[in-house]
């Protein structure tokens, strides 16, 4: 089996347009939460999102780009491009064979569907551009990374909601592990910040309407955000061959279904993806130091994650810190591990641990450190990252310190 | 007691929630009684939401439910009857639609 090790990791969501602002982001612990800027606001009861603002696509891509691109391909786009840059990989012949693009998203070119929705059903056109279709699909972002950097290699798209990235960047990392792949570009993308978009989830009832609160007793509902993240993924011989700097080595990962419920997470379906993760890694639960939680700020999701995580690591529990990014650059549905990967980089290559913030209040069924409200310094070996989709899917990474 | 201020009788508030109630549980009108909560007649959370928002439609409010906290705000769940003085309560703040006007959903 082959080692597999990050070489290059790139971002832009609500916390910063690169890995270097979002990473300042965490450490101070800023919340990019705030009122949302989208046509026809006043007709939604949720009005708070992490959006990314001040985005101007035209600074970026042209006329016949912005045809093709949804927002989320866009974000992708410029993930990758901060991701390849650092990883200094040129995809030609053999290599272009051996790498491809395994990235995870939700609702794909949501924005596009919703534009053309109005424009067919409001506005009673007959007609939409001839481009919808290759810019709303979900698979755009990938086959779009997979045109401009020549990746000729396998190449697809995963949609697992909440769990997409983290499903897609375990299967890119199988791939490199099992000598399928050399380098895998991997992450996830989501723009869902819409009018369908935020409409849908208000729907569930399950959304907050002031702040995302993870693990604090009068958390309330999730907050969504947007924006992706793409990491370079390569065979630990071939990074070390060509002298590219590593930034953590991905160690195992594990995923389980529930088989119980549309929405309600179990404790248990949680908790044979990360004993399986450390398994996979061959880590025992004392060396690992950090869990980036999924820790959505729902009542249910964040005490049975709290559950799971306590009974997987037993005594170790009481050891570990947990915290939920999600409260400061929100929850980026299909791209939210992906996002969330940076925060276990950080941790494990600067020592920084980011906190939970907006934590006010101790919940006796979140009764794990969870680093509230302020940034900490700690040597950490190894991390997990955690991610449950609605429909009981989880996939948990485990990350070492190279 | 009665609030008659939307100008409907209270009569067919309470059998309109209990026809709502009674579909989600899969069961006849006849079979819920005032005193019954909803985990008594199956209802889980999925269900619940889905009844708050039949009562929306049915009666044009906006029902204040977060499922992250079903207890709390100020719609009470905790029985049949609660939910039916609760709907009334929704109803009767209702501002009456003007002539010729749509009511549009009123949101916090």
Redesign the interface.
């Given at each position: 089996m082959k080692r597999v090790v990050i070489t290059g990791a790139g971002t832009i969501n609500a916390l910063g347009l690169n890995v270097a602002q979002t990473l300042a982001a965490m450490r101070e612990g800023r919340c990019a939460i705030g009122p949302l800027d989208i046509r026809d606001i006043d007709?939604?009861?949720v009005q708070i999102g992490a959006q990314v603002k001040g985005y101007d696509e035209t600074a970026h891509f042209n006329r016949q780009q912005i045809a093709l691109y949804d927002r989320f391909t866009q974000f992708t786009l410029l993930s990758a491009k901060e991701a390849v840059a650092q990883a200094g990989l040129v995809f030609e012949g053999e290599l272009a064979a051996r790498a491809g693009v395994v990235l995870g998203t939700s609702g794909g070119g949501l924005n596009t569907q919703d534009e053309n929705y109005r424009v067919v059903y409001e506005e009673g056109k007959n007609r939409v551009h001839p481009f919808i279709v290759p810019k709303l699909m979900n698979n755009a972002a990938a086959s779009h990374v997979s045109i401009e950097y020549n990746l000729k290699g396998p190449s697809f798209t995963v949609a697992t909601a909440c769990a997409s990235s983290n499903h897609a960047m375990g299967l890119a990392f199988q791939m490199i592990r099992s000598g399928g792949c050399t380098v895998m570009l991997t992450g996830g993308s989501e723009a869902m910040l819409c009018f369908g978009g935020i409409k849908a989830w208000e729907?569930?009832?399950?959304m907050?309407?002031d702040a995302c609160r993870p693990f604090s007793a009068n958390?309330?509902?999730m907050v969504q955000g947007e924006g992706a993240a793409t990491f370079v993924f390569e065979e630990y011989e071939h990074a070390r061959a060509r002298g590219a700097v590593m930034l953590a080595e991905v160690a195992g990962f594990a995923m389980t279904s529930d088989a119980s419920d549309?929405?309600?997470p179990t404790a248990q379906g949680a908790e044979r993806a990360m004993t399986g993760a450390l398994r996979d890694a061959g880590l025992n639960p004392s060396e690992v130091g950090y869990i980036n939680a999924h820790g959505t700020g729902?009542?249910?999701n964040d005490k049975t994650e709290c559950a799971a995580v306590a009974h997987a690591f037993g005594p170790d529990a009481d050891r570990l810190m947990i915290s939920s990014t999600k409260s400061m650059h929100g929850h980026l549905i299909g791209g939210t591990g992906a996002v969330e990967l940076l925060a276990c980089i950080m941790a494990l290559r600067d020592g920084i641990i980011a906190p939970t913030v907006g934590y006010e209040e101790a919940d006796p069924e979140c009764a794990l450190d969870v680093v509230p409200n302020v940034a900490r310094e700690a040597r950490v070996d190894a991390v997990l990252s955690n991610a449950f989709a609605f429909g009981g899917l989880n996939a948990v990474l485990a990350l070492r310190r190279l | 007691m009665g609030q008659t201020g939307a100008g409907m009788p209270t009569i067919s508030v309470r059998d309109k929630v209990i026809g709502i109630i009674a579909q989600q549980a899969v069961l006849t009108p006849a079979d819920i009684a005032p005193d019954q909560t909803l985990e008594d007649l199956g209802i889980d959370?999925?269900g619940l939401?889905e009844s708050?928002?039949a009562i929306e439609e049915a009666f044009d409010i906006?029902v204040p439910?977060?499922?992250?906290?079903p207890g709390g705000g100020d719609f009470d769940i905790s029985s049949v009857a609660a939910i039916i003085a609760a709907v009334e309560a929704l109803v009767a703040a209702r501002p009456e639609p003007g002539p010729g006007l749509s009511p549009g959903?009123s949101?916090?």
């Open positions: 007709r939604l009861s729907g569930l009832r399950v907050s309407r958390r309330n509902g549309i929405v309600m729902t009542a249910a | 959370s999925l939401v708050i928002f906006a439910f977060n499922a992250n906290d959903p949101l916090a």
